[in-house]
């Protein structure tokens, strides 16, 4: 049974930082890209960013750029989001997710097979 626990939401003020993990059991996890993504009430689940199965190769959502970063231990089955600089419209519930996109796709939640079941971050102003 392959399960994605999100652990490390919560309240934050503006400017703080978080730090968001997923674990992993039940896939092969260094063969799969994970990726985070985001949605925040009536509004679509939007990518944040992701990760390749070796590490070496991250990508971003222009919004989160320079504040946010990924990073995965492969010997943990986990995977990291570290905010930094956090914002009132960063407010969402926050996914993990893996799969085995393509270059055209990785920003698109059909992309992924397996997906975590969210945890929340608010950032008061």
């Known amino acids: 049974q392959v399960q994605l626990v999100e652990s490390g939401g919560g309240l934050v003020q503006a400017g703080g930082s978080l730090r968001l993990s997923c674990a992993v059991s039940?896939?092969?996890?260094?063969?799969?890209?994970m990726v985070w993504f985001r949605q925040a009430p009536g509004k679509e689940r939007q990518f944040v960013a992701g990760?390749?199965?070796?590490?070496?190769?991250?990508y971003y959502s222009d919004p989160v750029k320079g504040r946010f970063t990924i990073s995965r231990d492969n010997a943990k089955n986990t995977v990291y989001l570290q905010m930094n600089s956090l914002k009132p419209e960063d407010t969402a519930v926050y996914y993990c997710?893996?799969?085995?996109?393509?270059?055209?796709?990785?920003?698109?939640?059909?992309?992924?097979?397996?997906w975590g079941q969210g945890t929340q971050v608010t950032v008061s102003s």
């Open positions: 039940g896939l092969s996890f260094s063969t799969y890209t």
């Open positions: 990760i390749n199965w070796s590490g070496d190769r991250t």
């Open positions: 997710a893996a799969g085995s996109p393509t270059s055209r796709d990785y920003m698109s939640t059909m992309a992924y097979d397996y």
